[in-house]
C-alpha cells in the first residue's frame, strides 16, 4: 500500500534525523566536558601531560549514545581514586553536566 510505505519513509526519517541530533548532542556534551575538566582539574601541573590527556568523547553505536570523560595518562586513575579523590575531575564533570545533558536528550527524542 501507497500509504503504509509512506509512513513507513516518515518514520523512518524521524528515526534517522533524532538519532544524528543525539549524535551531535553526544558531541556537544563531550567536548564541553572536556574543556571544563581541562580548566578545573584541581591538581598542580607538573609536566602538563594529565591536563593535556584530558579528553572528552562521544561514539554513536546503532542505538546507544556513550559519551565520557576520560585520561588518557596511565596515572590518571590515581589522581581520580586516591587521597581521598582530592584530584579527582572526572566524576564531578560528568556528574555537574548529567542532569542537563539528560534533559536536553529527552528535548530531542520528544522532538
Same mark, same amino acid.
Given at each position: 500500500m501507497a500509504g503504509a510505505d509512506q509512513v513507513k519513509r516518515n518514520m523512518n526519517e524521524w528515526l534517522n534525523r533524532r538519532l544524528a541530533m543525539l549524535q551531535a548532542l553526544g558531541e556537544h556534551y563531550a567536548g564541553k566536558m572536556e574543556g571544563e575538566a581541562k580548566q578545573n582539574a584541581p591538581w598542580t601541573d607538573r609536566t602538563a601531560m594529565a591536563r593535556k590527556g584530558l579528553f572528552g568523547e $562521544?561514539?554513536?553505536?546503532?542505538?546507544? %549514545?556513550?559519551?565520557?570523560?576520560?585520561? $588518557?595518562?596511565?596515572?590518571?586513575?590515581? %589522581?581520580?581514586l586516591s587521597m581521598q579523590q582530592k584530584y579527582s575531575i572526572l566524576e564531578p564533570t560528568v556528574q555537574r553536566n548529567a542532569p542537563q545533558f539528560f534533559r536536553d536528550a529527552e528535548e530531542v527524542l520528544r522532538g
Amino acid at each position: 500500500m501507497a500509504g503504509a510505505d509512506q509512513v513507513k519513509r516518515n518514520m523512518n526519517e524521524w528515526l534517522n534525523r533524532r538519532l544524528a541530533m543525539l549524535q551531535a548532542l553526544g558531541e556537544h556534551y563531550a567536548g564541553k566536558m572536556e574543556g571544563e575538566a581541562k580548566q578545573n582539574a584541581p591538581w598542580t601541573d607538573r609536566t602538563a601531560m594529565a591536563r593535556k590527556g584530558l579528553f572528552g568523547e $562521544s561514539r554513536m553505536d546503532e542505538y546507544f %549514545l556513550r559519551v565520557r570523560a576520560a585520561h $588518557s595518562v596511565d596515572y590518571g586513575v590515581y %589522581l581520580e581514586l586516591s587521597m581521598q579523590q582530592k584530584y579527582s575531575i572526572l566524576e564531578p564533570t560528568v556528574q555537574r553536566n548529567a542532569p542537563q545533558f539528560f534533559r536536553d536528550a529527552e528535548e530531542v527524542l520528544r522532538g
